[in-house]
């Protein structure tokens, strides 16, 4: 889209895959009895993951498929912002150097012309935006649904009991420091992407051609007595 729409969004926070996701916890433990020893606490560790990869070029290609297969339906509407930008532009430049030698109501004709042209973008531009994120959203819904699952799935099996998704944490000034130990979004991509692999879409078959006719043989011209 126009400069690709401001999009794609930043994964659209992913859904439930942002911010923190507390794995694989043990079952909430009963309250301490009188004089007894303190409630166990579950073993485990945190580890932290970048979300913002996830739609990077060589990061979950189910993701990035949908993405690609949403911005390719978009074309037609990007090609008409960018015309309308471009008319814009040109007006613009006409006023800049022309507007000293035109009379006050041309040049007031021409400005009311640019700031109309200057509007309908907007509202255009807005609408795009809105109808790309929805399309967007709808078509990596069934992939983030899985991605989650992946997640637990992944979590549980390495003994991780908290995953902490990092890219909004550094954002709102809440990290610190992370040991690069504790980064499992690379092997969470290739492991994911080995699970489930993008499919590659088979090409659109021709429609069958309609059988012709046998041509039938060419008849010999009788001639006139």
Known sequence: ???????????????????????????????????????????????????????????????????KRVEDTF???????????????SLRRELETQGPNLTPQARADKQEALEQLQREFQRKREDAERAYQRALRDAIAPVRERIGAFLETYAKSRGITIVLEVANLAQAGGLVYVDPAADITRDFINEYNKAHPATTSAPASSPPRAEQPAASSPQTPRRRP
Not at 30 to 47: E, K, L
Not at 75 to 89: S, T
Request: cysteine-free.
């Open 75 to 89: 074309k037609d509407k990007e090609a008409e912002l960018q015309a309308l930008e471009q008319r814009i532009e």
């Open 1 to 67: 889209m126009v400069r690709r729409i401001g999009l794609v969004i930043t994964f659209l926070s992913l859904g439930g895959v942002a911010s923190v996701w507390a794995q694989g916890q043990a079952p909430s433990q009963p309250p301490p009895q009188q004089g007894g020893g303190p409630t166990p606490v579950p073993v485990g560790r945190i580890a932290v993951i970048n979300t913002n990869a996830f739609l990077a070029e060589g990061g979950i290609q189910q993701l990035i498929q949908q993405a």
